[in-house]
């Protein structure tokens, strides 16, 4: 049955007189809908009594006004009393409830419904179930928070009205994806008032349903509930010292809008400390991580401490449904958010090696070059290799790949997908974009190895990078992190500041401060193939125990695994484990970036296999390298910090040995 079905009754005094006013009113109606007005609203303008007047504004400002008479409840009849008792026999029945008055039930029929547009008395009203909708959502500034106000008209017609809000994300295969922030629920009256949050930014929609008395679905009313704001920075990171440096700029330089950070290694950061305005990515999860510190309380039980643990959601992050290379997920999101507000702008950052992502995300979904910024970071590595194994470092080659580039980006949104990581030529002639700023660690690398080549019309080569790249080093990048006084909360969101099982506050700074006067030497792992690199020789375990014979006298030795390769994943990482512990070794966490320790903490030095961390040393800060010395100084990315002639040149490994095998059997 429908529940208070709203009966209807146009006018005051008798069926006739209703039926006229009612004519009329409907006329009017009828008539504005026949010049095609939009309806802007319908209120509830008055009432008296059991008489309630509507108005309808149309688009032109003109007005047209009904009225609904709602039936009053008669008085509940008294019960009837029981019969008296007959002697040995039944007791008399009780007499029936008296019945309700009558509701006003003689225009039940003048409202009806012919397809999704209202008649009443056989009129149409020009009002269809849509229009019965009003509502208004608000979002509180930038934030994912806002209040939503919901009111149906006409809704005691309907048996059953239900809501809910959502959002439909990117389909692959036969899934779409679907993110909900309200879930389907009962519209028990006809005003709602709530505040909702969601998820992340988007075109979210809020869905009205209408039922009828046999639970039908007769409509669905859609009306958009957008989550937006005036800029977007979306941080779509791998690597380790990109991620490192990108940060120190959260930090350091202004961010409009808000950020959203999606990174490959994700336990680097503590995901509970991130600044404000900046997210994880969509659909990513943060539950409670446990870190053992290395430090231990009176008891000597190990101190803990509790972090942010963020996990890939069914898109979020880097890892992801679907082809990961392809951010099918990411790439419709933004194609949303500028949809949305085609004023909207974005800054898209990325490395080096994954700069295909930028390209997919901006001129992948045909936002304006004008609409959008890229900013492209990169460790070294990719910088040097790259350009050396495809011949980028000469000029004709440059001038190439610019117009290779050229063209894939005008072509880019015709293609379906764009796999984010195949196009490692392209950031090095991105750089000249005007709407690109290229990052690296140490720029003359970059420029060495364009004039090691000594190619024809090198010098043109050697001016773009000059003039287009920038430099951020990792010691400048903390200055300007301490010059805001932001250093603690970089600590915190970096993991290398925390609070124990103790509630105690403490950094990695107790990692280096023994208290023994020694400084600490943190020797720098790498991946199980690379063990085998740079000529070395010997073992990972023989190389250890030289050092801890050569160098274990005056230094507290620390080891600081490669992010990728913690001791669980080698095949022997059970017997390394061993080792360290029985000689003391404390086992740094691998997820923090070594430069973080290197700069932020005093007297830590380094050695171990080759990485381009080591391009951010500081003079005298590198004891040794595992590796020939002929291995080690050819390397294209540090090689140049060799070179006494190198206009550069500062003398950052003067001192430094190389330690191979022959150089064990020569000093053991």
Known sequence: MQKKFLYIIIGLVSLALIGAIASAAVVSVKNDISELRSIISIEKTSSDGLLDTYTITYSDNTKTTFTIRNGKDGTDGEDGRDGADGKDGLDGQDGRDGTDGRDGRDAINQLSLVGDTFYLDGFNLGITIDDCVKMNFSQKGNQLEGDLDLSIIFYDYFDKITYTINRTGATIGTTTYVDTIVPVSDLSTNRLQQTITAGYHGNYVLYVNFYDEENNL??????????KAEHYNIYYLNATLPVLLATTQLYTEPHKGVTYMGLDRRATYNWYELPANTYGFPNTTVSDGTTNLGLFNDQGIEKTTIYGNQAAGTWGGIAQTGNPNHAIHTKKWIADLY????????TFACVDNSAGSAIAFGYGNSIPKANFNIKIYTDGTST??????????????????????????????????????????????MCVDNNVEYIVNCKPAMLNSVQTKNAENASLLYDIYDDHITQLSVGDAFDKVRNVGKIKELEFLLRTRWVDNENVEGSAAQYFNTGNGKPSLMILGTSESAENGNNVGATFLDLFQFVIDTYGDEYNILYKGHPAW????????????????????LILP???????FMYLYENVYIGGYFSTTFTSAMIGQTIFFFGSESAIKGQGSIAHMFNTED????????NAVFIDKNYIETHS
């Open 339 to 346: 949809a949305m507000d085609n004023s909207s702008t974005f």
């Open 590 to 596: 691998n997820a923090t970036p070594a430069e973080t």
């Open 566 to 585: 913690p001791l669980s994943r080698f095949e022997d990482g059970d017997d390394r484990k061993t080792f360290f512990e029985s000689n003391n070794i």
């Open 384 to 429: 040097t290799s790259i350009m050396n194994s495809r011949n980028l470092n000469t000029y004709s080659k440059w001038v190439t790949v610019r117009n290779e580039y050229l063209e894939f980006i005008n072509n880019a949104a015709s293609m379906e997908t764009i796999n984010i990581f195949n196009y490692k030529s392209y950031p090095y002639v």
């Open 647 to 654: 206009p550069d040149y500062m003398g950052v490994f003067e």
């Open 218 to 227: 007769i409509h669905t009313t859609s009306k958009p509930v957008n989550f």
